[in-house]
């Protein structure tokens, strides 16, 4: 992990992402960049400087911005850590994948106000970059005060092409010093004999060397119910996941499943793309 990228509107939950993005970059030695996406409903970019007075509602608007992200800047560097701002104008998520990419950001940490709606950037935002983006997205919700990861949940069908996904989950986890539980949730159109279950799990096994390693297969009338009851049982600290564009439990989890978790578990919710 070496850069990380948190997308805020300073919103409550937003600022929460920011902290446990700074908690991270410190254990991970890893660049962080906070970027900040402004609606000004006028073509601020082009629009010339004469015209600026024209809006000062606006104006005042980019300077809190400007303050904010400086401020977390700020926080950043005295932690001893290399960071860096972005402020946006104007852009919608395809500009997010954009900048992904252009940056080359290997982890992401964003906040969900979860079952209290959808909101502002980071609402209207976080299920689409958790489906599209190519690096691991961490979501978390406003009322987690710091990121401790003791136990962390791995939830798949456990194909071969899942271990790509997996490696960045199990580093994720040593980084943060966390037992990992493999799970296989078995429901009525999708079930397997445990032994089978638990065959398909010993192989991701071998990935997670340094660190603790239970393989679980749990019943459930379908997989969110499933995921969710297990990680509640556990005292789950980290729900993670696999993610592709088809839905499916069989091949891997679908994205609706994981958008759902992300809105309704109080769990942050580690998502990682086949694609990445």
Same mark, same amino acid.
């Given at each position: 992990?070496?850069?990380?990228?948190?997308?805020?509107?300073?919103?409550?939950?937003?600022?929460?992402?920011?902290?446990?993005?700074?908690?991270?970059?410190?254990?991970?030695?890893?660049?962080?960049?906070?970027?900040?996406?402004?609606?000004?409903?006028?073509?601020?970019?082009?629009?010339?400087?004469?015209?600026?007075?024209?809006?000062?509602?606006?104006?005042?608007?980019?300077?809190?911005?400007?303050?904010?992200?400086?401020?977390?800047?700020?926080?950043?560097?005295?932690?001893?850590?290399?960071?860096?701002?972005?402020?946006?104008?104007?852009?919608?998520?395809?500009?997010?994948?954009?900048?992904?990419?252009?940056?080359?950001?290997?982890?992401?940490?964003?906040?969900?106000?979860?079952?209290?709606?959808?909101?502002?950037?980071?609402?209207?935002?976080?299920?689409?970059?958790?489906?599209?983006?190519?690096?691991?997205?961490?979501?978390?919700?406003?009322?987690?005060?710091?990121?401790?990861?003791?136990?962390?949940?791995?939830?798949?069908?456990?194909?071969? @092409?899942?271990?790509?996904?997996? *490696?960045? !989950?199990?580093? /994720? $986890?040593?980084? %943060?010093?966390? #037992?990992?539980?493999? +799970?296989?949730?078995?429901?009525?159109?999708?079930?397997?004999?445990?032994?089978?279950?638990?065959?398909?799990?010993?192989?991701?096994?071998?990935?997670?060397?340094?660190?603790?390693?239970?393989?679980?297969?749990? @019943?459930?009338?379908?997989?969110? *119910?499933? !995921?969710?009851? /297990? $990680?509640?049982? %556990?005292?789950? #600290?980290?729900?993670? +996941?696999?993610?592709?564009?088809?839905?499916?439990?069989?091949?891997?989890?679908?994205?609706?499943?994981?958008?759902?978790?992300?809105?309704?578990?109080?769990?942050?919710?580690?998502?990682?793309?086949?694609?990445?």
């Amino acid at each position: 992990m070496k850069k990380i990228l948190v997308p805020t509107d300073f919103s409550d939950c937003a600022r929460t992402a920011e902290r446990i993005g700074l908690e991270i970059a410190e254990k991970a030695k890893a660049e962080i960049h906070f970027m900040h996406i402004m609606a000004t409903g006028v073509d601020w970019v082009k629009l010339p400087l004469e015209k600026e007075d024209l809006y000062p509602e606006i104006r005042a608007q980019i300077a809190h911005a400007k303050s904010d992200l400086n401020a977390l800047q700020a926080k950043a560097e005295k932690l001893g850590l290399q960071a860096d701002t972005l402020l946006l104008f104007d852009k919608g998520r395809s500009e997010i994948d954009r900048q992904i990419a252009e940056n080359k950001y290997d982890f992401i940490v964003m906040g969900s106000h979860g079952t209290s709606g959808i909101k502002d950037f980071i609402g209207s935002n976080t299920q689409k970059v958790v489906r599209h983006s190519k690096a691991p997205v961490l979501v978390v919700k406003e009322d987690i005060q710091k990121l401790v990861v003791k136990n962390l949940v791995f939830a798949s069908s456990f194909e071969e @092409d899942v271990q790509g996904p997996f *490696r960045k !989950i199990a580093e /994720f $986890a040593n980084l %943060m010093g966390a #037992d990992i539980h493999l +799970l296989y949730i078995n429901t009525p159109f999708g079930f397997k004999e445990t032994d089978v279950a638990l065959a398909l799990m010993e192989a991701f096994k071998a990935e997670c060397p340094n660190i603790g390693c239970t393989l679980n297969v749990f @019943d459930a009338f379908n997989e969110e *119910r499933g !995921i969710q009851k /297990f $990680a509640e049982s %556990m005292s789950t #600290d980290v729900i993670a +996941l696999a993610t592709h564009g088809k839905s499916g439990f069989m091949k891997m989890i679908s994205p609706s499943i994981t958008e759902h978790l992300v809105n309704h578990s109080g769990i942050p919710v580690l998502s990682v793309n086949l694609n990445s």
